[in-house]
């Protein structure tokens, strides 16, 4: 065996993280990262490009794959319950240098949107303040503030501010859905002309083709990266795994939570959406729109539509409430998501030793005082005059986020099959995930092909920059992987040297099994 010793920690308050939250506060850390910006734009965007039926058919196909990644990340979660989840487990469980890939890609991926939420959140601020009134820069300094101050405080701090964000924007989506239904039935002014499902009928007439799914497969392919950027947030659950007061418990409640809730909203909220709002309205987000466009127009969010047909006046000021402490939300959990996987790498020696330090409060704060840096990158961003530098890091994030749940599915597989190789037996387990082998392996096909995909229709037109604009995470995920697996000469962990303890271990080449 080698000789490098499993990272120890040191004293309780310079490097423990505090178990300081439950399962209300994961379920709302779950659900506040995935209904994000992406729940209440990207569907615009989808239904105007997909038509109804086929953004449904979208969202339900990626619902079902998170399904089996929720529950397959739960199962490891619930029994190796580590700050740093995947990363963690990707190094432990298939190779160092996987976890080394993963790790600093979701850090990468988190930091970017956090970046991207402070800035956007200003913007959808000048819905009631131009920019000759106030300057954008002054809310974005006054959100990253707030942000900041709500990590810095403690993790049940982190989890109680997630928590109230969270709930408004699940009691906007409830009030939504009541609405929405009752004017399905016409009790509520807002039902189109003609019938609820005229807007399908519409739709399957202007397509061409007599069907509700427009654009072919191509443009299908291409699409899967935004409904799977919507949902992005849910494995949240597992990196505040290693701040779970009661894991075994807190973590398979809060599992079972976030995957229900976020589909019964998703799926809800785009049928509700697609009945209520023609596909080619005028006012919908296209798919030709880039994304900071459509982050500021508030008033063309599909949802505030819906509001505005139901002749409710103060809609378009209320939802801009509600998108407001949505962006709040996504940034509040992208800043802890991209910490805690800092403090974790730091504990793996795959970053600097000074970020895993934490403060007596247990709050990693060097890690944090860097992912802040990062963030106000955004500011200097954001001043710059060519604005597509800072798009194409907004577009890498989606992709980014797909290698990290291709990494959670190979994980899950990998666990199973090692722990009962190891002798273990199932009853040993708190949690277990549904239709195991099936699920990470149907997940890993999806993440492929939604990885292969997203760029499919800028090779089939032949645009360079288009495709390498897509495709740029692919080759800085195996660069990370193939630079961290020459210079530490690490190999794959035997399937009988599984760890499933707390320690951690690099394996190199020349070791003994």
Known sequence: MSNQK?????KKDKTDLHRGMNQRHLTMIGIGGAIGTGFWFASGELISSLGPGGALLL???VGAMVYFLMTSLGEIATYVPLSGSFETYASKFIDPALGFAMGWNYY??????????IVVGARILQFWYPPDVLAPWIPSLLFFILLFGLNIISAKGFGESEFWFASIKVAAIIVFLLVGVLMVFGIVPGQP?????VNWAYAAAEGG?????????????SKFIVAAFSFQGTELVGLSAGEAANPEKAIPKAVNAVFWRIVFFYLGGIFLVSVLVPFNDPHLIGADVDWMEYEARVAFSPFTLVFQNAGIH??????????????LSCGNSGLFCATRML??????????KFLGKTNRRGVPQNALFVTAGIAAIGFLVDKMPNVEVYDYLLEMSGMMGMFGWLGIALCAWRFRKAFLHQGHTLDELKYKAKFYPYGPILCMVFCVMVILGTGIDALIDWAPVWALQQYLPLPLFLGLYFIYKFYMRTKIVPIDKCDFSSEYKVYKRGDQD
Do not use: C, D
């Open 59 to 61: 969202f339900g196909l």
């Open 343 to 352: 403090y974790a790498m730091s504990h793996e020696g795959k970053a600097p």
């Open 6 to 10: 499993p990272v120890q920690a040191a």
């Open 193 to 197: 002309q003609g019938g609820m499902f």
């Open 314 to 327: 103060a809609a378009a000021h209320i939802m801009n409430f509600v998108v407001i402490t949505a962006v």
């Open 209 to 221: 083709t007599g069907t509700i799914f427009l654009g072919g497969i191509v443009l299908v392919l």
């Open 108 to 117: 990468l991926s988190w930091a970017i949107t956090v970046t991207f939420e």
